[in-house]
């Protein structure tokens, strides 16, 4: 008798934290994963959401998501990750990890962190809030309070939507002990996970105040 095929997984984290060793971890051992694909996971997501199909039509053969939020040179932004209660949904059965680190190692992340092609993640970020908000201009302490309310409002309503579900996975990306219990989490769910730790892949570069955690570098 062949194994039971393992759920679905959705990385809910924000991105920074180490979504591409999560995703690295179980594309090491050949499931098929995505991760951000210059945004294509939150843009096809968006769509779907407009045209009132499952959230992931088009995509049914990825069986781990990581890094679903989409922000543009253009101005424009979408988190699919904050859309965890309608992937739950559409996917019964689903596994969701909620990955998170210390609040002000992942803000100093968010600030240092570039793209190859389209350069300052803040300088994009700023473009669409200016956007959204109708303003001509946002300070870096504007831009920091935005991001430490976005992640307090995230954390607060994972914890209450998972308060009486079992399906949801903690990691913490800084912890050894939270780590393992991780991978023993995700191979219980039958995924057959060769790797021990999650692998060191995508460290922002930074100066010479930098940490040492696991990040994630590439982002739409």
């Known amino acids: 008798m062949l194994p039971e095929k393992p759920p679905k997984i959705f990385v809910i984290g924000h991105h920074k934290i180490a979504t591409r060793s999560i995703d690295r971890l179980f ?103 200016k956007k959204l908000l109708n303003v001509n201009s946002i300070s870096d302490q504007q831009l920091e309070q935005h991001y430490i309310d976005c992640w307090s409002q995230h954390e607060k309503d994972v914890n209450r939507y998972f308060s009486d579900r079992n399906n949801l996975i903690r990691l913490d990306i800084t912890n050894a002990d939270s780590k393992s219990e991780f991978i023993d989490a995700i191979r219980k769910l039958n995924y057959q996970i060769s790797r021990d730790d999650l692998p060191y892949v995508g460290k922002t570069k930074k100066k010479a105040t930098s940490t040492s955690t696991n990040s994630d570098q590439q982002q739409p």
């Open 27 to 129: 594309r090491w051992d050949g499931y098929p994963t995505m991760h951000c694909r210059k945004g294509k996971i939150a843009r096809t997501m968006l769509t779907n959401l407009r045209l009132f199909r499952p959230l992931l039509h088009g995509l049914e053969d990825i069986q781990v998501f990581s890094d679903m939020e989409y922000v543009s040179s253009d101005g424009e932004l979408f988190f699919g990750y904050r859309l965890f209660p309608q992937l739950d949904y559409h996917y019964p059965g689903s596994y969701f990890i909620y990955n998170y680190r210390k609040v002000d190692d992942w803000i100093k992340s968010q600030f240092t962190h570039r793209n190859k092609a389209l350069g300052s993640y803040t300088r994009r970020y700023k473009k669409a809030l």
